[in-house]
């Protein structure tokens, strides 16, 4: 069945045909297509154009069909060009010619926008939930090693000390960006096309805003060429998709490495590793690279859709239909990779002593001695100088920062006051850093009892 072809000669050809059906792909957006069509027979009745009693046979139909389609082997066989076809033809089989009235000054251009907004808008529902799932996560994570000293890094050499769940928080915070990118994707998705007709605007007088309440939108599109032309909301699902895919890619990294031998800090749990079929002794963090791998995909299904859109004329081009493919595929990926962390997260074992170690062997004291003689009068520039000789002393002698005491330091150089040793521990420069979002352990238990209660108001 066709929706069209009153104009046509011959029908189309068989290799057209194949190369433009999108009912493969696009019939996942059946239930929305279904719910949208049935608030569309719902207007129909109020503008007069069906009957209160024809109106009930459609909306019946349609749940039959939503129905039937839950069996993949509904679809088994049809070769209609796209979902709204199908269901259209669906609904010609249970109604009869009553079906013809479904489409009075509707177009595809309207309905498709309709359909992949109700779809888009659950979506991202599930992204923030899915995100929230992982943010609980880090912040029991980050509870049970409350102490816990890790060097933090910058070009990945070590750089200063900070607190195991100040790391945490730091991705805690990408996280909460992108359950807010997701909720403005969803604010300007939840904007109601129906009445736009193909770009003009409706021949009959729909109540439109009625249509948005029926469908629980937040409001009507303002422009109806706008409608037929425009998949920003799209972009803006596959931008919060791709950031939240780019954060989720660089935690898998940290714990890539974190979890190496060569770290030794962490262990992942066995459910989310590998094994080799060949070495017996390898434990593969397979699930975090997959997610670092499929954040190049979902990077990809933006681009390639920001590339379709770019340079269509006013309005609806045949072009807009290759917005789907990239849609589903970043919201399955986004979903799955956000799961994944969830649980990865949940199995990680952190070896508290081995990174304790590294911040105690390394130089990651070098700035708080620095700032120390600084807070005693010492002129910056100065301090970094005198800071930075005695790491280069003590590279060439071995020693690390427990290899020196008061004395030592004072024979050293003057500027460094007995007191000023105890910045040798890690623990006692972190303390200089009560400010609000640094790592001193009073800001950051501050920090962590805010981030539950921000969790808390996002659930
Ligand atoms: N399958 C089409 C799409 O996804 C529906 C709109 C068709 N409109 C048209 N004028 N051919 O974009």
């Avoid at 259209?88 to 109604?95: A, G």
């Avoid at 990926?333 to 002593?353: C, F, K, P, T």
């Avoid at 005491?405 to 006051?417: D, K, Q």
Wanted: proline residues 4%.
């Amino acid at each position: 069945m066709k929706l069209w072809g009153g104009r046509f000669e011959s029908g189309p050809s068989e290799v057209f045909e194949r190369f433009s059906n999108s009912l493969a792909f696009d019939r996942r957006l059946l239930d929305a297509d279904v719910r949208g069509s049935q608030a569309f027979a719902r207007s129909l009745a109020r503008a007069g154009v069906l009957t209160g009693e024809e109106c009930e046979r459609i909306v019946a139909a349609f749940d039959a069909i939503a129905a039937d389609a839950k069996n993949p082997a509904y679809f088994g066989g049809a070769d209609d060009e796209d979902v709204h076809t199908f269901v259209i033809r669906k609904l010609k089989e249970r109604v009869g010619g009553l079906a013809d009235k479904i489409h009075t000054g509707r177009s595809r251009n309207e309905q498709v926008s309709l359909d992949t907004r109700l779809w888009l808008r659950d979506e991202c529902d599930r992204a923030r939930e899915l995100l929230a799932g992982l943010m609980r996560a880090l912040l029991d994570l980050a509870a049970k090693y409350p102490n816990a000293i890790i060097p933090g890094y910058t070009h990945l050499r070590r750089a200063q000390p900070v607190l195991w769940p100040h790391y945490l928080l730091a991705y805690f915070e990408m996280f909460a960006r992108d359950h807010e990118r997701f909720g403005d994707a969803r604010r300007r998705t939840d904007v109601m096309p129906l009445g736009s007709g193909a770009l003009a605007g409706s021949g009959f007088p729909h109540d439109r805003e009625a249509i948005a309440r029926d469908l629980g939108f937040a409001a009507i599109t303002r422009n109806s060429m706008d409608v037929s032309a425009d998949r920003d909301f799209a972009l803006d699902y596959l931008y919060a998709a791709s950031t939240a895919m780019l954060h989720l890619s660089r935690l898998a990294e940290d714990w890539i490495l974190y979890s190496s031998e060569e770290f030794g800090w962490m262990e992942l749990g066995d459910g989310v590793t590998s094994g080799s079929s060949l070495m017996p002794q390898k434990k593969n963090p397979d699930s975090l690279e997959l997610i670092r791998g499929k954040s190049g995909r979902v990077a990809g299904a933006l681009t390639s859709l920001m590339f379709t859109i770019k340079g269509l004329p006013m309005t609806y081009n045949r072009d807009m239909q290759e917005d789907k493919r990239p849609l589903f595929e970043a919201a399955d990926e986004v979903n799955g990779s956000l799961e994944m962390a969830r649980v990865v997260a949940e199995s990680v074992v952190l070896r508290e002593s081995v990174p304790a170690a590294a911040a105690d062997e390394s130089w990651v004291i070098a700035t708080d001695l620095a700032e120390a003689l600084a807070r005693n009068g010492t002129a910056f520039h100065q301090a970094h100088q005198l800071a930075g000789k005695l790491v280069l002393e003590s590279v060439r002698s071995g020693k690390k920062p427990g290899d020196w005491n008061a004395e030592s330091l004072a024979a050293f150089a003057p500027e460094f006051t007995p007191d000023m040793a105890r910045y040798l521990d890690p623990r006692e420069g972190m303390k200089t850093r009560e400010i609000a979002g640094g790592t001193g352990p009073r800001a950051v238990a501050t920090a962590l009892e805010e981030a539950r209660a921000r969790l808390a108001k996002l659930t």
